[in-house]
């Protein structure tokens, strides 16, 4: 796709949230309230849900194209813009609160919204309306369908998933306190699956699946296909390849190549990077681990970061990647294919070339 196409494509998902936006302004005031009040709500809305790169939300629009095999009608964009606008609300929701979690003090290129003037602690409750947004839009673009209350569901539970994923991670990698017996494999992979997989990567097929007809359940070609299921037998470690990537991206990239400067070390992450070390680390080499890891120090940095190279890091992500590359068409590869009305594979290969071997 050509950067005009992008932005064509951008721009007429972002037509849609001038439309939500203002019905949700417009709700606020029949409510009653002051001027500053409505003010006050749509600056956070603002603020806070268009500015990212909109993946999640387009996704939903995507995975929709896709599956009908056709341009979608106006009708069929505009709800399936809704949908990618409330996951966008839902990231919103997310990212509002967790910077004030982590003390964080940019996003997307400006202030974290809880150190803008003013807002501090009231971006608490700021992030709670972001997240009652979402059922309102939906209320108020699916009351009439059959699947209005699976919509919900499918919010909430990836919503409780997400916080699940959170509190693994605060309790396992606190800034301020490192032990890195705390750290496994096993405890990143929860991590990630919970904290990013369901609702970055399942959450938008799974809407588009909803609003496209998508049953359960359905018989093709002597197979039984579970297109839910099928869909996280896919995304789910695609999302944690994803995050993998992330962590080794953040160790290896430079900020030309990857927009930012890696802090996973200093930050005390519990990133792929370093429970790939631990796992593999000899008592001396573990010894290096625990005295730099997560200091907020250059010099420790430089320490973990030769200790990566030494137990050959990079060689360990390029076979993991090349592994779970395999493992995934696999699996694509074995979805039997219909007509409208049943999955498609290229709503996950559309996926997998997106991630596969990017650099930034």
């Excluded at 501090?120 to 709670?128: K, P």
Aim: net charge negative; aromatic share 12%; glycine share 6%.
């Amino acid at each position: 796709m050509s950067s005009t196409d992008k932005a064509v494509r951008r721009a007429k998902f972002e037509a849609v949230w001038k439309v939500v936006k203002q019905e949700l302004v417009d709700h606020i005031k029949e409510q009653g309230m002051p001027d500053d009040v409505v003010d006050w709500f749509e600056r956070n809305l603002e603020y806070n849900t268009p500015g990212g790169k909109l993946n999640r939300g387009m996704s939903v629009v995507d995975t929709a194209e896709i599956l009908k095999g056709r341009t979608l009608t106006d009708d069929e964009y505009f709800k399936a813009a809704v949908l990618g606008w409330g996951v966008e609300l839902l990231q919103a929701f997310f990212l509002v609160s967790d910077d004030m979690m982590d003390s964080s003090i940019t996003r997307r290129g400006q202030p974290c919204y809880y150190r803008v003037p003013r807002v501090g602690s009231i971006a608490i409750n700021d992030s709670f309306m972001l997240e009652a947004a979402i059922y309102f839009l939906l209320k108020k673009h699916f009351r009439s369908e059959s699947y209005y209350v699976d919509l919900i569901e499918l919010f909430m539970e990836t919503t409780l998933q997400t916080e699940i994923g959170q509190l693994i991670d605060l309790t396992t990698a606190p800034e301020d306190s490192v032990d890195l017996n705390k750290f496994s494999l096993e405890k990143h992979r929860l991590i990630v699956t919970y904290k990013t997989a369901y609702y970055s990567f399942y959450l938008p097929v799974a809407l588009a699946y909803w609003l496209c007809g998508i049953p359960a359940e359905y018989t093709l070609k002597g197979k039984t296909v579970k297109p839910f299921e099928l869909a996280k037998d896919v995304l789910i470690p695609l999302g944690e390849y994803f995050q993998v990537q992330d962590d080794f991206l953040d160790y290896s990239g430079t900020p030309e190549q990857i927009g930012k400067i890696g802090t996973d070390i200093l930050d005390n992450k519990c990133s792929w990077c370093v429970n790939t070390a631990l796992a593999r680390a000899t008592p001396e080499q573990r010894k290096i681990l625990d005295e730099n890891y997560g200091r907020k120090d250059k010099e420790c940095e430089a320490r973990v970061k030769a200790l990566y190279a030494e137990l050959d890091i990079a060689g360990i992500y390029a076979e993991y990647e090349e592994n779970v590359y395999k493992k995934l068409t696999g699996i694509i590869s074995d979805v039997p294919e219909g007509g409208e009305g049943t999955v498609k594979r290229e709503v996950f290969t559309s996926f997998l070339s997106k991630i596969y071997k990017r650099q930034k």
